[in-house]
């Protein structure tokens, strides 16, 4: 099958060249980080974790949106979905591994990764996120594998594929609740320690996760002959729009058990997300961004009229993955630190090599979703036309 | 093969109850705490712990010699970046240590004190509870260790000290040291370090570097689960808060207001 | 099979460059002579014989290494009575005290680099040890 990603046209090639391009900066900056440590990035004693740790939450969510389209299909009988399917499965492989690759690079001792195995540790939850990633992964590696073989070979999959496939979906919600678990289990973190984070979480998930397999899906539609059927398209769009809704209105049940209260130091962080602190305001302008972002294209999703357009459906699914994207790999991490358990404010602001790194991490799930569709589409016999 | 949507729901629920009982039911049963329970450890055993007196210690504001001999017996390197700094003892204004234990009508030479912190070595540590590796642990004696051999580096015991008493090492500490004691190691790039409560002295029966430096005795070292030691007969006598008391970690560091 | 020739070819040449250390040295005319080790002016007796110790110095220091820092176990009396304090700087080095002279240069003749000295620092001489108060008593 994967000789298939050895054949393309020209625009293939330059594409795959622009990603190997972006993957040689980062190994190159990885290289440096490795021999310098991670100092270069723009971490800190106070700001322990941030830009790497961000995208790996933010990818956790969109690797286990693929449910959104198994469940529908498997489970409800979604037939619209079946053409789709297997790209949100693929989807799920490349983004868990972004997610693996950005844990290790955000190690101090990478070399050492192996002790996590080595010496298990069931209380801790990076154990348990180790577990249900690294699953995740093997899960949907075997689903793809299959269903697109017995697909190529024209015969239905086997049976025994289906009980492994009914296993991913409450194994895709359990990738990301467990992410949430490493967060809202840490007392010392008064912003990222309540109940809703998990929930909100899935929320945001099922949202920029849909939201982004319609875009790939449209620009398949572009350049191949492949098509869903506008119904799934649309289908998907409902569940943006379910998704998006819920998620703003767990948004607003974190402000108000913040703003009423009037703990501190709940607020504080609030503060510094939407007004700054103490003359720090980095993260303002981009909150407030992702907010208008968010209700805009929630405005669009909720009317049909609108959602039923492709001009404003894209829109929206640009503004819903971006304001994702925001409140998860910009926000939700670096404003646990900030202020700090004693109070304190850090500056935050990732490096260029940090960025060239995490860049390459993102054009490396690119070149795995290309080449991913690349073989499903050669398949099933839908390529350029 | 068909599953319908009732039996799905009952097996995902049944899922998701499975895994979040395997989460809680270990901390529940918090296996580090002595048999007696949180801060009341087994009758004749040891349970390191250190008062320390803000009156004596702020007697002298510029003191900086319990910071000193600890950054020099332990290879404390020095960076200028504050980003990148190692703490194992240090100072900070008292509303920094004590963010929920004050109010604008304190004494105004408290509020403005500099309070010595440092690990607290708690009885029921976040940080030994999140770690992927053991590379943090209790020991028996109350001392939570680090093994600089075995940590990888995630740094997810940093995100859990509710006190901030961890440091990273984000590069290469041998370059901000200006002298290297043989006596203990260095660091290396990439690993969590933190207050031994001089472990390595403890060995020898020697008390703690920065509790012997300290001209004004101001710290005072003693097992807490000896009803006659010094620092049981202090906490006997005076009003001592501990950082914090409303986590639950019970830390082993308190102080005299 | 396949484009056979091809694949042939190319685990042929990638047999030859695994190998190529070994040619290499083939060419260069034998082995090389084992390096010279410099021991200990005043003591004879290792914590184990010298075979063992040659073999399994890394497996022993690792456990001494578990030993003192997971379980707080320093000490250890050998059969001959000697106390002996688990301690790479101050033990091992408290007899072989150039480094350089013996650990360095097998290290460097099998091209092995223990990240030992990474944290732990060598101490210069014999003298400072017996101020840090450990070693063979």
Same mark, same amino acid.
């Given at each position: 099958m994967l000789e298939n990603a050895f054949h393309g046209d020209r625009r293939y090639w330059t594409w795959i060249g622009f990603l190997l391009v972006l993957m040689g900066v980062g190994a190159f900056f990885y290289l440096q980080q490795l021999r310098y440590g991670l100092g270069i990035t723009g971490m800190s004693r106070d700001v322990s974790w941030g830009f790497y740790i961000a995208q790996f939450t933010f990818l956790v969510g969109i690797a286990a949106s693929a449910v959104m389209v198994v469940l529908p299909y498997y489970l409800h009988d979604v037939k619209v979905f079946g053409r789709i399917t297997v790209l949100g499965e693929f989807i799920a492989v490349s983004a868990v591994t972004m997610c693996l690759a950005f844990i290790i690079i955000d190690l101090g001792q990478p070399q050492r990764a192996l002790n996590m195995v080595l010496h298990p540790s069931p209380r801790s939850i990076l154990f348990w996120d180790m577990i249900v990633l690294n699953g995740y992964l093997v899960l949907n590696v075997i689903i793809t594998r299959v269903t697109l073989d017995a697909e190529r070979n024209g015969e239905a999959p086997p049976r025994w594929i289906r009980p492994v496939i009914i296993l991913s979906i409450p194994w895709a919600i359990s990738i990301h609740t467990v992410t949430a678990f490493i967060y809202s289990g840490l007392a010392a973190r008064p912003f990222w320690m309540t109940a809703i984070l998990a929930p909100r979480f899935l929320a945001s998930a099922f949202s920029s996760g849909p939201a982004l397999l319609i875009l790939l899906c449209l620009i398949l539609i572009r350049f191949t002959k492949f098509d869903p059927g506008w119904e799934a398209i649309q289908k998907l769009a409902l569940v943006v729009t379910y998704a998006v809704l819920a998620n703003i209105f767990f948004v607003l049940m974190e402000l108000f058990t913040a703003l009423y209260s009037d703990i501190p130091e709940h607020l504080l962080h609030f503060r510094y997300l939407y007004l700054g602190l103490d003359g720090h305001h980095e993260l303002v302008p981009w909150m407030w961004t992702s907010a208008f972002l968010v209700v805009a294209s929630a405005v669009i999703l909720v009317t049909p009229r609108l959602r039923r357009q492709k001009r404003w459906l894209v829109a929206a699914c640009i503004g819903v993955v971006v304001a994702m994207w925001i409140e998860k790999g910009l926000g939700m991490v670096v404003t646990g630190f900030v202020p700090s358990p004693l109070e304190t404010v850090t500056r935050y602001v990732p490096t260029f090599p940090e960025v060239a790194i995490t860049v390459s991490v993102y054009a490396l799930g690119a070149l795995m979703v290309t080449v991913f569709y690349r073989i499903a589409l050669s398949v099933r016999g839908e390529l350029a036309g | 093969m068909t599953v319908d949507r009732r039996t799905f729901l009952k097996i995902a629920g049944l899922g998701a109850l499975g895994t979040t009982g395997v989460y809680s039911l270990p901390v529940l049963g918090s296996p580090e705490s002595g048999p007696g329970g949180h801060g009341v450890p087994a009758p004749g055993g040891t349970r390191w712990g250190m008062v320390i007196d803000l009156a004596a210690c702020r007697h002298d504001e510029g003191c900086r010699d319990c910071i000193e001999v600890c950054g020099r017996v332990h290879n404390v390197p020095h960076h200028d970046d504050p980003r990148h700094e190692i703490k194992w003892i240090w100072k900070v204004p008292y509303p920094e240590a004590f963010p929920m234990q004050q109010h604008e009508y304190q004494e105004p030479a408290l509020l403005g004190m500099a309070v010595p912190v440092m690990c607290n070595h708690c009885d029921n540590p976040p940080c030994v509870r999140v770690c992927p590796t053991q590379a943090t642990w209790k020991r028996s004696d109350g001392v939570v260790m680090m093994d600089w051999h075995r940590c990888i580096g995630c740094r997810y015991c940093m995100a859990a000290c509710p006190y901030g008493s961890r440091s990273f090492n984000w590069v290469e500490p041998r370059e901000a040291l200006e002298h290297q004691d043989p006596g203990f190691p260095t660091r290396t790039r990439g690993v969590v370090e933190k207050c031994n409560f001089c472990e390595e002295r403890l060995a020898k029966n020697e008390l703690p570097a920065c509790v012997t430096a300290c001209p004004h005795g101001a710290l005072t070292f003693g097992n807490?689960? !000896?009803? !006659?030691s010094p620092v049981r007969r202090i906490l006997a006598g005076r009003m001592a808060i501990r950082r914090k008391p409303s986590l639950g970690t019970h830390p082993e560091i308190f102080y005299l207001v | 099979m396949y484009d056979g020739g091809k694949i042939v070819a190319g685990l042929v040449v990638f047999l030859v460059l695994v190998t190529v250390p070994v040619w290499l040295n083939a060419l260069a005319g034998g082995t090389p002579r084992a390096p010279e080790l410099e021991l200990p002016r005043d003591e004879s007796r290792c914590v184990e014989p010298a075979a063992v110790m040659r073999a399994t110095h890394m497996e022993l220091l690792d456990t001494w290494r578990d030993s003192v820092v997971r379980s707080d176990d320093r000490f250890f009396t050998l059969e001959d009575g000697r106390r002996v304090e688990r301690s790479l700087s101050r033990t091992c080095l408290g007899c072989h005290d150039r480094k350089d002279a013996f650990c360095d240069r097998c290290h460097d003749y099998l091209a092995v680099s223990p990240y030992c000295w990474d944290c732990h620092v060598i101490p210069e #001489? #014999?003298?400072a040890l017996a101020a840090a108060g450990g070693g063979v008593r």
């Open positions: - | 807490l689960a !000896d009803p !006659d | #001489g #014999g003298t």
